[in-house]
């Protein structure tokens, strides 16, 4: 069954955090990211959710996971402090 990685952040600068993670997209695809959504409040809140096949592909795109955020944080985008990452099975799908 597929498993999700939910990464809630705070950021002043949500189109620079979308430019960034567009350009990691192919990187992550290619290791096995089924979906990658990243979803803003307007208010300076955001939301990446990625799902994966399974907890191997989840583990294998983990540094690039980090390396994106960490782009973000260096870029200005995403406040360091506030990265609260979540993981969870499915257990079940509508």
């Known amino acids: 069954m597929a498993i999700y990685r939910v990464t809630r952040f705070t950021g002043s600068d949500m189109d620079n955090v979308a430019g960034i993670a567009e350009f990691m997209q192919d990187v992550l695809e290619a290791l096995g990211a089924g979906l990658i959504d ?33 782009r973000m944080i260096e870029g200005g985008a995403v406040d360091e402090g506030s990265i609260e990452p979540w993981i969870g099975d499915v257990i079940m799908s509508l």
């Open 38 to 70: 990243i979803a803003s409040d307007g208010e300076g809140n955001g939301l990446v959710i990625a799902r994966y096949p399974d907890k191997a592909a989840m583990d294998a795109a983990t540094p690039i996971a980090k390396q994106a955020f960490g």
